[in-house]
């Protein structure tokens, strides 16, 4: 009898990746509620303060076995991290939800030009089809309507963010330093957070049930699906992490439905529908280019 197949490193990094991106997705609704009662800046610098501490505490090692320049690395992850989080918030004051949920979603779009640019390498046609077919995708999931002004242009730079974030990832995520860099990312949103929330306000949650909020986001949400991510990303190249973490709309939806009391469309079926099917092309394709080779950068 043969012995069972087992699943590579990079088909695990995609299943853990997906459990992520579900995580991230139920926590919509809680989180719409909090911040309703609380400023989101404040509640981004509570949630990753909280993650970033409670990460250290239980690895304190990890910190003091990460080099100088995997350190350096971490902080400008974090710092990638943090302005696609500011930029979206500032955003989001400005234009509709809808809107800015697509226009952050173009994320997946920058992902692979941004690693063509930065490692010089052709993307593959399958990871190009599973772009356009996940943004078409994310379109018919978020976008209803689209106007040009000051938001819009805010929440473009969150998108591109959030793509050199994954980019970066990708590139200098190891197996051996994904707990560390993970704390050093947190605990830098963490500071920039702190720092733009300071002049207003910085109070802590008003109530038990933003307590909860904060509590369930910082440490199911941030501190075990960053972790998560970033192991997951020192085994998958970045564009197939974005069009697996395009699933993350996906999953906002089915919660929303479930929990939020959403009204479930044909349009929402369809959009979900097209991700998943971008998922699979990138999955089933052939991979060249950027996604075959991975090059680390110097910073």
């Given at each position: 009898?043969?012995?069972?197949?087992?699943?590579?490193?990079?088909?695990?990094?995609?299943?853990?990746?997906?459990?992520?991106?579900?995580?991230w997705g139920s926590t919509f609704v809680v989180v719409k509620d909090a911040v309703e009662r609380m400023p989101v800046m404040d509640f981004l610098?509570?949630?990753?303060?909280?993650?970033?501490?409670?990460?250290?505490?239980?690895?304190?090692?990890?910190?003091?076995?990460?080099?100088?320049?995997?350190r350096r690395h971490g902080v400008v992850l974090g710092l990638a991290l943090a302005a696609g989080y500011v930029a979206q918030?500032?955003?989001?004051?400005?234009?509709?939800?809808?809107?800015?949920?697509?226009?952050?979603?173009?994320f997946l779009v920058f992902t692979p030009l941004c690693a063509?640019?930065?490692?010089?390498?052709?993307?593959?046609?399958a990871a190009w089809l599973?772009?356009?077919?996940?943004?078409?995708?994310?379109?018919?999931l978020s976008l209803h309507g689209l106007s040009v002004g000051s938001g819009e242009a805010i929440t473009l730079l969150c998108a591109l963010a959030f793509a050199l974030h994954i980019v970066g990832l990708?590139?200098?995520?190891?197996?051996?330093?994904?707990?560390?860099?993970?704390?050093?990312?947190?605990?830098?949103?963490?500071?920039?957070?702190?720092?733009?929330?300071?002049?207003?306000?910085?109070?802590?949650?008003?109530d038990a049930g933003v307590w909860g909020a904060v509590l369930l986001t910082a440490l199911a949400a941030t501190a075990v699906g960053f972790f998560v991510q970033t192991w997951a990303q020192a085994h998958l190249a970045p564009t197939r992490a974005a069009v697996v973490m395009t699933m993350e709309p996906v999953f906002a939806g089915v919660f929303g439905v479930a929990v939020g009391g959403d009204r479930l469309t044909v349009r929402t079926v369809a959009g979900a529908l097209l991700v998943l099917a971008a998922i699979f092309l990138v999955e089933l394709g052939p991979r060249h280019g950027a996604d075959a080779t991975v090059e680390r950068l110097e910073v």
């Open positions: 009898m043969s012995e069972p197949r087992r699943l590579s490193p990079a088909a695990i990094a995609t299943v853990a990746l997906v459990a992520v991106t579900a995580v610098a509570w949630r990753f303060a909280i993650a970033a501490i409670a990460m250290a505490l239980v690895r304190p090692s990890a910190l003091r076995k990460l080099t100088p320049t995997a918030t500032f955003g989001l004051q400005r234009t509709p939800a809808t809107v800015s949920g697509f226009i952050t979603g173009l063509g640019v930065l490692l010089r390498r052709r993307i593959g046609g599973g772009v356009t077919v996940a943004a078409a995708g994310l379109a018919l990708g590139e200098w995520s190891t197996p051996r330093d994904a707990y560390g860099l993970a704390v050093v990312q947190l605990a830098t949103v963490a500071v920039v957070s702190i720092v733009v929330a300071a002049p207003d306000s910085l109070r802590p949650p008003p």
